[in-house]
């Protein structure tokens, strides 16, 4: 028997529910029930799912989360299960920097005089030496970038370190997005590659949201392909070169501050050597402007999108007439930026997806309130508006899309994060990227079998947990706004 089967029996004895009264609501064989509770056979996903919303309905509370919890880990392994719940904890923590970035802007302290504490950075778990370099780190990204401002060029930041140091990411990340100028920031973030001891998934993970998130400011990573680029770095494995010094970190925890140039120069010289070496490096999350982009032919023949994170993808119902309309009029390349949206979003309509959206995503949707990246909602006709929820709802209805609410108040995402897979093996992400000295809207496309699988589990798993509202219940909300819509003059 196993903790689930074990804990689905006793939540059964305990609400006085029958096996066949349980099964008869449920719509599902008995004896796929009595097995699974009298002999622990396993049951499959679309069954578990029909019996945890009954129970969670009839029942409800910790048990039934700890009941989703507990199959979670027998259908997924526990080894996924822990990918799923890194995903989940990762993507919070991308929110919880934002909320702090956004406020410090809103105050303004930050962007003016780059007065960032770097206790802002130190959690209770870091140790001493964490610690430690926080302080240095700061003082030194201090120094550079009042060093840039003063001698009015550009700062700067070339760094190497492993993704999963919380504590100097974190930091890393609000000193280039505060500073006064972001824009005038010569960063490079290489990101190591897992090593032999290392959960080789989790690394590409922790690399690639580090990458989004980056991408959400402007900034841009690459990321060393396998072991073999580590041999660079046997000596001095993590290090940051700024205009005049190198912070360096060695394997034993201990770090060192180099302020001859010519060892700058000659260090800054071989990291440029190596990052642009194509045998050993690539772009973690290459950015290329929207308008340049030439719709891969994988998208074209595709047969699934899930949404990772964020809005319902109301943006694949549009056609050509309008983006015409919504897109604004002094945009660059217009005509060919037309072309490619309609061409992208036509491949995406086909097939298979899941969807994820809040609320709010839709009501901005509906009032005209929402400034998508790339078009303005508020010049769509609600004659339009209607066509597409319609369109929607049909889709829904003949099972080509699973639809899921997001709950706001118990999962929350970066608010400009949007990531997608478009096939089995393709993700795209939306970004912005400092080019010259302009931010440009930006899209990625990564083809990554991995990560795919890992992001599409994760997506199964947060749509059917207490975070989201169902499929039928969302599908609910969806008729109610499309009549709401309807009755607005």
Known sequence: MSEFTELLGEIIKEGNLTVY?????????????QKAITEGKKINYDTFIKIY???????????????????????YGLE????????????????KNEEVIDECKRNGDILND??????????????????????????????????????????????RFPTDWKFLRKLILYSVTLSRNPEKIDFI???????????????????????????????????????????????????IITGNK????????????????????????????????????????????????SVPETCKQKNIIENICNDI????????????????????????????????????????????????????????????????????TKEKKLEILENIMNDIDTSKVELSMLISDKIKYHSKLNIRLISERMISCEGRLYV??????????????????HLRNYNQYISNSECCLNHNQSKRVFEMLIKGLSNIN
Not at 53 to 75: A, D, M, P, Q
């Open 189 to 239: 973030y290489c990101l190591p590659g897992p090593k032999r001891s290392e959960n080789k998934d989790l690394k590409l993970l922790e690399n690639y949201f580090t990458a989004c998130e980056f991408a959400q400011y402007g900034f841009n990573t690459c990321s060393g392909l396998d072991e073999k680029s580590d041999a660079y770095f046997e000596l001095v494995p993590y290090y």
């Open 80 to 95: 996924e299960m822990n990918t799923i719940r890194f995903i989940r904890n990762r993507l919070l923590e991308m929110r």
């Open 313 to 380: 993808d109301i943006a694949t119902y549009y056609d050509k007439e309008i983006f015409k309309e919504a897109l604004p009029s002094d945009i660059d390349s217009r005509e060919g930026l037309i072309y490619i949206l309609n061409l992208y979003n036509e491949s995406l309509r086909e097939g298979y997806r899941r969807i994820n959206f809040t609320m709010d995503s839709v009501l901005k949707f509906v009032k005209g309130e929402d400034k998508d990246r790339w078009i303005h909602n508020s010049k769509v």
């Open 53 to 75: 919303e009954e129970l969670k309905n009839v029942i409800g509370g910790n048990r039934i989360k700890l009941l989703y919890e507990k199959f979670s880990e027998e259908y």
């Open 246 to 293: 190198i912070f360096a970190i060695y394997k034993d925890g201990s770090y060192s501050i180099n302020e001859n140039m010519q060892e700058v120069n000659k260090m800054a010289s071989s990291f440029s050597k190596i990052i642009s070496d194509e045998e050993f490096f690539m772009k973690e999350v290459q950015m290329d402007l929207f308008s340049m982009i």
């Open 21 to 33: 009264g349980l099964a008869k609501e449920c719509d599902i064989d008995r004896t796929v029930l």
């Open 436 to 453: 010259g000295e302009e931010m440009k809207e930006t899209v990625s496309f990564l083809i990554s079998p991995v990560i795919n699988k």
């Open 114 to 159: 780059f007065k960032i504490s770097a206790n802002q950075c130190i959690d209770n778990d870091y140790n001493d030496i964490q610690k430690k370099i926080i302080n240095e780190v700061y003082k030194i990204i201090e120094d550079e970038l009042n060093r840039a401002h003063n001698k009015k060029t550009k700062a700067r930041i070339w760094m």
